[in-house]
């Protein structure tokens, strides 16, 4: 990973670039745009081998090299497996450990939490988020 990848859209457009060159995916309509001189939105879906597929938003701040905002929902054929989001749930202190980064998870994935001690504003999610269903594909 590229130290410097969420400096500017186009270093963040080349990493994202490589990152979704990996063999698992088969196609991807990922796009980044500017909003503005400092800031641009990453948006869009991957496809990967065995139906899954991430679709995935991400607000970018280039001028603090930050990730502001996003969300990821990961899907197999139709059903939705997961989401994270970075909304705030400051009531739950199960979540309080990795505030306000969660997981939505199964059985009732609306309100079904866990804490996602991977996920970042500062670095990058996608390659987490890429190997976590390189790593349930493998499990088929």
């Not at 804490?115 to 349930?136: M, R």
Request: hydrophobic share 35%; no cysteine.
């Amino acid at each position: 990973m590229s130290s410097n990848s969420l400096e500017s859209l186009a270093e963040y457009t080349r990493f994202v670039s490589q990152l979704l060159s990996h063999s698992d995916i088969e196609r991807s309509t990922v796009i980044l745009w500017p909003n503005s001189r400092y800031t641009g939105t990453a948006e869009g879906e991957v496809w990967f081998k065995n139906n899954f597929r991430l679709r995935m938003r991400e607000e970018l701040d280039f001028d603090a090299a930050l990730i502001t905002s996003y969300g990821y929902e990961v899907y197999q054929g139709t059903e939705k497996l997961y989401w994270y989001d970075d909304f705030p749930h400051p009531q739950d202190p199960s979540l309080s450990s990795t505030f306000p980064h969660h997981k939505h998870i199964p059985p009732d994935i609306r309100r079904n939490r866990i804490p996602a001690p991977n996920l970042s504003f500062i670095s990058p999610n996608l390659p987490i988020l890429i190997q976590e269903i390189i790593d349930l594909m493998s499990l088929l």
